[in-house]
């Protein structure tokens, strides 16, 4: 069976990528890219037997830009957020993602803002894009402040550069919890076992008075331990 969900996966994914790389050619305003990535992100959740879980949307404000910041355990947070996301997204993902034929260019043609980790002046990048996007086209941004998946699908220390962000653009940061995704499929691991995701939209958190350092990591901190309750809540 887990062989029959990856092999669905990937056709899906090859399909769906081959469209995103077209539409972000004919359209610049994207707008088909966000319709086929809700499409995708359903389909990756169906073959994978993935039901969700959403709760907390009533938290959110379907015409506003916000800064979703989420716990990461598993590849199947990205289509979870993308399909429970009612607005439109842009994620900040690493660059080598690029290299994935298909895959990759067409995260590096559409809307989506990719990061080199180890250079600063790329990360610096990355932000002025972020705040472009979310000023100009009032796009919201989807940060996972951990940096990288969790292996044991407990909360990493978070990393400074979404609260960083924050302090630039002034969009609400909104912490989103997930919890069930790495029971699904852990990092590391290729058997996808199905089964629900929660997800959760905690209340945004004005960013306006985020000034200095110091208020940076009180936010980050802040943001951290409302993903974490909200978690084991959950469970």
């Known amino acids: 069976m887990t062989y029959l969900k990856i092999s669905l996966i990937v056709i899906h994914t090859i399909i769906c990528s081959i469209l995103a790389i077209i539409f972000s050619i004919i359209d610049r305003s994207q707008s088909l890219y966000f319709k086929l990535s809700k499409f995708f992100s359903g389909g990756i959740l169906f073959f994978g037997g993935v039901k969700l879980k959403v709760s ?3 938290n959110l404000d379907k015409n506003a830009a916000y800064i979703f910041v989420s716990n990461h355990s598993s590849q199947f947070d990205i289509p979870t957020l993308q ?7 842009s994620i900040v993902y690493k660059k080598e993602l690029n290299k994935i034929p298909l895959f990759g260019w067409q995260m590096m043609l559409g809307p989506y803002i990719a990061v080199d980790r180890k250079n600063i002046e790329s990360a610096a990048q990355s932000i002025e894009i972020a705040k472009k996007y979310m000023s100009e086209n009032k796009w919201s941004i989807i940060l996972f402040a951990e940096g990288t998946r969790s292996k044991d699908g407990e909360v990493q220390p978070f990393k400074r550069g979404a609260f960083y ?3 630039r653009v002034g969009f609400p940061i909104v912490p989103v919890s997930i919890s069930g995704a790495q029971k699904i499929l ?3 691991k290729f058997k996808i076992k199905g089964g629900t995701i929660q997800v959760h939209f905690e ?3 004005i960013t306006g ?14 943001v951290r331990e409302i993903v974490i309750q909200n978690i084991e809540r959950g469970n």
């Open 83 to 89: 399909y429970a996301i009612p607005m439109k997204t």
């Open 186 to 188: 852990p990092k590391g």
């Open 203 to 205: 209340k945004p958190i």
């Open 56 to 58: 907390g949307l009533e």
């Open 165 to 167: 962000l924050a302090s």
């Open 209 to 222: 008075n985020v000034s200095s350092r110091k208020d940076e990591l009180e936010l980050m901190e802040k």
